[in-house]
């Protein structure tokens, strides 16, 4: 079976706004079309909470040019993960935070107090790992002899009891 032949669309963006810092804005028509979603889905989307205009007016609202990738990403995390629009739009949140906060990482100088090693750094050494066991040792040996000393003096008490019940009531 042979697929009909794609038919190829070439659209013109028109850029009438741009957002106090230079960049372009563009309509929920043209994100619909960078993004390939319908239009439906896009204000969809909007209505979510994935996007917030930055221009524009009530009824025509503008939003930055690179928002397309993000209602895509949206869209991407929904199919690849079986999630509901609502939980694919926090995953792209989640996911836009960790990116933002991974290159504020990067960016950061390096801490000079820092530990120069990964054992300094929390990675359990050997001498830690036998101390750790060493303390643990001696915790069971503890936690033994405190039932041992349970076990002699309930069994003391037995006796008592036996002896006690055992001698005639001087009353009687």
Do not use: C, F, W
Request: charged letters at 25%.
């Amino acid at each position: 079976m042979s697929q009909p032949p794609r038919v190829q669309r070439h659209y013109r963006l028109s850029i009438r706004d741009l957002s106090p810092e230079g960049r372009p804005l563009v309509t929920i028509e043209m994100l619909a079309v960078e993004s390939g979603l319908h239009p439906e889905l896009v204000q969809r989307l909007i209505a979510l909470g994935a996007l917030e205009p930055v221009g524009g007016t009530s009824s025509q609202p503008r939003y930055p040019r690179d928002a397309a990738a993000i209602l895509a990403r949206i869209v991407r995390l929904r199919g690849d993960l079986g999630l509901n629009y609502a939980g694919a739009l926090l995953a792209n949140e989640l996911l836009s935070r960790i990116q933002l906060l991974e290159r504020q990482l990067r960016l950061q100088p390096p801490d000079t107090d820092a530990p120069d090693t990964e054992a300094e750094a929390g990675e359990i050494t050997d001498s830690d790992a036998d101390a750790h066991q060493g303390a643990a040792q001696q915790d069971a040996a503890q936690q033994d002899s405190a039932q041992q000393d349970s076990a002699q003096q309930d069994s003391a008490q037995q006796e008592s009891a036996k002896q006690g019940s055992a001698q005639p009531d001087p009353e009687r």
